[in-house]
């Protein structure tokens, strides 16, 4: 079963990626979600560059949270790191997994720490 749904879930992520590119002045925003942790990315397409990354593991991220709202401070550290950088619009790249929880939770904290996509 989780063969199944993996390859599914890859399936899905492969339709999305014909249809977005990121650049070096609008990234992708890249996210795997495993079990216990959240990953993400600011990826420039064109040159094949990960600009900025982020997970759940980082010190940055307060541990003791539950997984939502972990993914939520992973996703305003993102967005601190993304100023950093002078980069303020994105483009989400959800990989595959359906727009709600975790994932969405990642996208709101981005939005909340000043991130337009």
Excluded: W
Excluded at 5 to 23: A, C, D, T, V, Y
Excluded at 59 to 64: C, H, P, R, T
């Amino acid at each position: 079963m989780k063969f199944q749904k993996e390859n599914r879930r890859k399936r899905i992520h492969m339709r999305i990626r014909n249809k977005i590119r990121g650049n070096a002045e609008c990234p992708r925003i890249s996210v795997y979600r495993s079990n216990l942790q959240i990953y993400c990315q600011l990826i420039d397409d064109l040159n094949g560059h990960t600009l900025v990354s982020v997970s759940s593991k980082d010190a940055a991220v307060e541990k003791g949270l539950n997984k939502v709202e972990q993914s939520r401070a992973v996703g305003k550290l993102l967005a601190a790191k993304a100023k950093e950088a002078n980069i303020e619009k994105v483009i989400f790249d959800r990989s595959g997994y359906l727009y709600h929880g975790r994932i969405k939770a990642l996208a709101d904290g981005a939005r909340e720490g000043g991130l337009n996509f």
